[in-house]
């Protein structure tokens, strides 16, 4: 008789932003750009550059990681005036419908309600995004009018977290 099989899967951990796993930001978002929009320069030049265009400004990338392999990461963003973008949720399609993205935004959530300032939590998506639109409406986010112009063309919904 052969011993059991452990079919678990391997634990993830999330962890913020570490230079090491920069080339994994960029491409698990260049993967889901181009597999669901057209890549607009805006992405390349935040995916490219974490450091300058999210960290510099006071916010955060976190990756998700089963050992040492980048599964997962999401970035927020500093807008000003006490708000908020979640932003640049990418999952690897291998560890898809794991929790994975649900993990990574409740990171998210966590690192805002620690924000003194914190007014405003948003993100843009687009509808035909089933499953994020699932999670982010099951995490507590609610479609609402765009209070800007958006900052994306391939995007359709506005959401703000409103527990």
């Given amino acids: 008789m052969q011993p059991a099989v452990n ?3 391997e634990m993830v951990r999330i962890i913020p932003y ?12 260049m993967a889901w750009l181009q597999a669901y929009f057209t890549v607009e320069p805006i992405h390349r030049t935040v995916l490219s550059d974490p450091e300058g265009n999210i960290l510099a400004g006071g916010g955060e990338v976190f ?3 089963a050992g040492d392999r980048v599964v997962g990461t999401v970035a927020v ?3 000003g005036g006490g ?7 990418g999952v690897d399609p291998a560890a898809q419908g794991g929790g994975i993205g649900r993990k990574l935004c409740e990171t998210v959530i966590d690192w805002y309600r620690a924000r003194p300032d914190g007014r405003r939590l948003f ?3 687009h509808s035909k995004l089933k499953p994020a639109m699932r999670l982010y409406e099951k995490l507590g986010f609610v479609l ?8 994306y063309e391939g995007t359709d919904c506005y ?4 527990p």
């Fill in 63 to 65: 990756f998700a990681l």
């Fill in 7 to 9: 079919r678990q899967p």
């Fill in 159 to 162: 959401m703000e977290w409103r």
């Fill in 77 to 79: 963003r500093v807008e």
């Fill in 83 to 89: 708000a908020y973008e979640l932003t640049k949720l």
């Fill in 123 to 125: 993100l843009e998506t």
């Fill in 144 to 151: 609402c009018a765009n209070p800007g112009a958006g900052e």
């Fill in 18 to 29: 570490d230079a090491q796993y920069k080339q994994a930001f960029y491409d698990l978002n």
